[in-house]
C-alpha cells in the first residue's frame, strides 16, 4: 500500500464553521507534512510532524490547527478562515523524520479542494 | 533568499516528441533535486538527484543534475498524451531537508 488518502475531496465552508481535514498513510511513513497550493503556483509548505512531534511550523495562521493522533494519521483543524485561505490543500509523508536521509522523497494525498465562502 | 526557477512554464508539444524542461536554483547549503509530476491533483515522485553528472532514468524520462551550472534537465523521449501534465523541481537543503523549494512548475501538453 503506497498510498496517501485524504478526506473529503473537496470542501465548502463558511467563515464562521470549524472544519476538519484528515489523512492517513499506512507505509510506515514517519513524517507527515501538510502543504497548501493555489491555483498555477507550486505546493507551500504549512507544518511538518517528525516521529508524531511538530517539527516545522511556517508562520501559519493559528485558524489552521495541526494534529497527529499517532504515527499515521494527520488532521487539519479549520476555523474562522478568510476566503483567501480557498485553494487545495496536500497532505504528504516521508519515509523518514527528521534527520534521515530519504526524507525529501515525498508521497503525496490527492488533496482536499477547499472554498470558503 | 532560496529559490528555484523553471523554464519553460508552459510548452505545447505534439505526441512523438522529446522535451527538456530546466530547473535551474540558487540555494544555501544544497542537499539534492527532485521532480515531480503533477496531473490533477496528487504530485508523484519522479526523480531524486544528489550527484553532478550521474543520469537517471525511468523508461522514457531521464534527469541529470549539474552542480557546477545550479541546475538540472529532465528529458522525456517519444511524448505521449499520458504525459500531459505540470512538472514540479524541487530542492532539498542540507539544514531542513524536510523543507523542499519548489520552482513554479511546467505545464507540459502534448497533442495527439
Known amino acids: 500500500d503506497t498510498e496517501v488518502t485524504q478526506t473529503p475531496k473537496h470542501l465548502v465552508m463558511g467563515m464562521t464553521n470549524k472544519k476538519s481535514l484528515k489523512c492517513e498513510q499506512h507505509m510506515g511513513h514517519r513524517a507527515m507534512y501538510w502543504y497548501k497550493q493555489k491555483a498555477k503556483k507550486p505546493p507551500e509548505l504549512m507544518f511538518v510532524?517528525?516521529?508524531?512531534?511538530?517539527?516545522i511550523n511556517e508562520s501559519v495562521p493559528s485558524r489552521f490547527s495541526p494534529e497527529c493522533p499517532n504515527s499515521s494519521l494527520l488532521n487539519l483543524h479549520l476555523h474562522a478562515l478568510q476566503p483567501e485561505d480557498s485553494a487545495l490543500y496536500l497532505c504528504a509523508s516521508s519515509q523518514e523524520g527528521q534527520g534521515g536521509s530519504t526524507n525529501e522523497k515525498l508521497f503525496f494525498g490527492s488533496g482536499t479542494q477547499l472554498s470558503v465562502l | 533568499e532560496d529559490k528555484v526557477v523553471q523554464s519553460p512554464l508552459s510548452l505545447v508539444v505534439h505526441e512523438g516528441d522529446t522535451v527538456t524542461l530546466n530547473c535551474s536554483y540558487e540555494?544555501?547549503?544544497?542537499?539534492?533535486l527532485l521532480w515531480y509530476k503533477q496531473e490533477k491533483k496528487a504530485p508523484t515522485f519522479l526523480f531524486m538527484l544528489?550527484?553532478?553528472?550521474i543520469e537517471k532514468k525511468s523508461g522514457r524520462l531521464s534527469s541529470i543534475l549539474d552542480k557546477k551550472e545550479l541546475s538540472s534537465i529532465l528529458n522525456i523521449t517519444a511524448t505521449q498524451t499520458g504525459d500531459s501534465a505540470i512538472y514540479l523541481c524541487?530542492?532539498?537543503?542540507?539544514?531542513?531537508?524536510?523543507?523542499?523549494?519548489f520552482g513554479q512548475g511546467t505545464r507540459l501538453t502534448i497533442n495527439p
Open positions: 540555494v544555501t547549503n544544497f542537499r539534492s
Open positions: 544528489t550527484s553532478s553528472g
Open positions: 524541487a530542492v532539498g537543503l542540507i539544514q531542513g531537508a524536510q523543507k523542499l523549494v
Open positions: 510532524y517528525s516521529y508524531e512531534k511538530l517539527s
